[in-house]
Structures are given as C-alpha cells and as structure tokens.
C-alpha cells in the first residue's frame, strides 16, 4: 500500500536526522518550496529523489495530480518550509485527497509555529482560538480585528514577515495585550509581551517570521 509520511520540520529550518533518515528512504518528496526541497535532498545525500511542490500557488487542479503521483509511489514525504504541513501550511486537501485514493497516512510530529507561540505567551491556551492569516484588503482586515476583538479565549493568527510593524500598529489600534513571537526556533527568537501599543518601538524595521498570540 502507498504511504505518505506527513513530516513536521524544525521552525529554525535545521534539519534532524530522524527527517534525513525518512527522506532517504522516499520515492518522492513533496515540499513547499523548491529552495528547501533542494537543501533536503542535499542534507539526506538523495537528489536523485524526484521531487514535486505544494504551495499557495497550487490550483485546485494540481491537488489530485499531485496526488495521483504520490499514490504511485511507495513511499512519499510531504514536508513544509517550517513547522507541520496542513497547520496554517500547505495543504489539507492534498492530504484528503490522498486519503481517498486509499493512501496510508504517516506522522513524523515537527514543530508548529502556534503551539510554540502559545508555549511561551503566558496565556491560557487550555481552549484558543486559531484565526489563520487576517486578509489583505483593508475592509476585511478590519473585519479580521473585530473578529479577534470579540474573541473571549487566547487567540492566535500569523501574518506575512515584511507586515510585522503594520501589524502591530493595527493591533494598537484595538489596544489588545499580546504575545509577539518572532523567528521562532532561530538564533536571534525573540519573544516580546504587552500591550501593542508598547510594542510598536520594538518591531521597528523587523522583517523575520511572527506569530501573535492576543489574550483572551
């Protein structure tokens, strides 16, 4: 039977060696982008190993080609940047396809940049809210924050590293406490709490990957 291992990776974009070990042993690996697809193969001394990608970019119709492909293979590894694929990552609906396909579905657990957020936040994370990436059109990301206004429990979005300073000033906006998380899991992670308003100095020209957590 057709196995895909759905494999979480490291936040710091270091590679362990139990992920080396199973991209080895693959027939295909599925990334979510080319640069890292290579950068494995390279670690895991495979790049022989064909390997397909799986991103935002990927159309409705590409999803079932790509799985097709996998339920061909003995043995696929679909693996995102940073983190566990279908978490806020590319894709579930891969995965769902697969599994109507009759694919067997394995886990080699990783890292989530939420749970890590949530880890270090200080906030009671016992029940959260996960509310993705707020939108890019003015109107409804304003409709994003009263959402996230409303919200009685800790909650968690992501946004896009070059929007880090905008973020906060919009956060400032609606006066939340928070948890800011930045390049999680990296040499230079930086953690930083309280109200936006405070936080907007410490933001100031930070382009890296964040996660926020807003208390509840």
Excluded: W
Aim: net charge neutral; hydrophobic share 45%; with cysteine.
């Amino acid at each position: 039977m057709p196995c895909i291992l759905v494999a979480g990776a490291p936040l710091s974009g270091a590679f362990n060696r139990e992920l080396l070990e199973k991209i080895a042993k693959a027939d295909l690996l599925v990334a979510e982008e080319r640069k890292s697809a290579l950068r494995l193969l390279t670690a895991a001394k495979r790049r022989d190993i064909p390997f397909i990608l799986l991103n935002e970019h990927s159309t409705t119709k590409d999803i079932p080609a790509i799985a097709e492909l996998a339920a061909k293979k003995d043995f696929t590894v679909f693996v995102s940047d940073a983190g566990t694929p279908c978490i806020a990552d590319p894709d579930y609906r891969f995965i769902d396809a697969c599994i109507a396909l009759g694919v067997e579905m394995r886990t080699l657990p990783g890292a989530s940049s939420i749970t890590a957020a949530l880890s270090v936040s200080g906030f009671d994370a016992a029940r959260f809210n996960f509310f993705g990436f707020p939108p890019k059109q003015a109107a409804a990301r304003a409709d994003f924050y009263k959402e996230l206004a409303c919200c009685p429990f800790t909650a968690v979005f992501l946004e896009r590293p070059y929007a880090l300073e905008r973020t906060v000033k919009e956060l400032a906006e609606h006066n939340f406490f928070v948890s800011i998380s930045i390049s999680l899991g990296g040499v230079d992670e930086k953690n930083l709490r309280g109200f936006a308003k405070e936080l907007i100095g410490e933001v100031k020209g930070i382009k890296a990957p964040f996660t926020v957590v807003k208390r509840g």
